[in-house]
Nanobody
C-alpha cells in the first residue's frame, strides 16, 4: 500500500494550494480517506475525510478548516485532493493522506508534503 502526497509549497496568507494524494490499488474507492497535518512540535491532526464508496461523495472537516478547505476524489485515478483556500500561517504543516483506519492504527504514512504560509 502506497500513498504519495504532492502539491505543497510556500504561499502568502490568503493564498491557495491544491494537494494531491495518489494511492495504490483501490484504496480510494474502498476506504474512508483522510487528510492530516502535523505542525512543528505538534501532534498530527485530522483535517478532513472523504468517502467515495457510495453513490454520494461524503466529506467532513475539522472546524479549523471548514469553509476554507475542500476534499475531493477521483476514483478512476485513485487520487484524493485537498483544495486549500484562504490559507493562514497556522495552516503551516506537513500534510499527509491516509486511510482513516490506518491513521487510527498510526501506520502506513507516506512522506507528506510541506505547506508553509508566511508573508
Amino acid at each position: 500500500v502506497q500513498l504519495v502526497e504532492s502539491g505543497g509549497g510556500s504561499v502568502q496568507p490568503g493564498g491557495s494550494l491544491r494537494l494531491s494524494c495518489k494511492a495504490s490499488g483501490t484504496l480510494v474507492s474502498a476506504n474512508i480517506m483522510g487528510w492530516y497535518r502535523q505542525a512543528p512540535g505538534q501532534q498530527r491532526e485530522l483535517v478532513g475525510t472523504i468517502s467515495l464508496d457510495g453513490r454520494a461523495e461524503r466529506t467532513n472537516y475539522a472546524d479549523s478548516v471548514k469553509g476554507r478547505f475542500t476534499i475531493s476524489g477521483d476514483v478512476a485515478k485513485n487520487t484524493v485532493y485537498l483544495q486549500m483556500n484562504g490559507l493562514k500561517p497556522e495552516d503551516t504543516a506537513v500534510y499527509y493522506c491516509n486511510t482513516f483506519r490506518s491513521a487510527l492504527l498510526d501506520t502506513n504514512w507516506g512522506q507528506g508534503t510541506r505547506v508553509t504560509v508566511s508573508s
